[in-house]
């Protein structure tokens, strides 16, 4: 069974840093189309970073310039670099890999704090 496992979410104070990962398993992310997305309480979900397999990443101008994302093939991780961080930035953050129609899936979500 395919899974995503997200970690490195907490509590930091605005203009701080996190880096968030997300570890597959049962699946390869090489080929995998990975994202990050966020929801906020009251908030609808919505997309952060993307970076496609073999195309280069794309961001929500919300983060553009602060956020950086990036796989590592060899421990099949992808990363969500979070640097300048803005209490408008607090929500639960979810990694998504898809490969067509084959497959689509979700972490379980890692809660991002930013303290004033």
């Known amino acids: 069974q395919a899974q995503l496992e997200e970690s490195g979410g907490g509590l930091v104070q605005a203009g701080g840093s996190l880096r968030l990962s997300c570890v597959a398993s049962?699946?390869?992310?090489?080929?995998?189309?990975t994202a990050w997305f966020r929801q906020a309480p009251g908030k609808e979900r919505e997309f952060v970073a993307r970076?496609?397999?073999?195309?280069?990443?794309i961001y929500a101008d919300s983060v553009k310039g602060r956020f950086t994302i990036s796989r590592d093939y060899r421990k099949n991780t992808v990363f969500l670099q979070m640097n300048n961080l803005k209490v408008e930035d607090t929500a639960v953050y979810y990694c998504?890999?898809?490969?067509?129609?084959?497959?689509?899936?979700w972490g379980q979500g890692t809660q991002v704090t930013v303290s004033s």
């Open positions: 998504r890999a898809r490969l067509g129609s084959t497959y689509d899936l």
């Open positions: 049962g699946r390869t992310l090489s080929t995998s189309d």
């Open positions: 970076i496609p397999p073999g195309g280069g990443p």
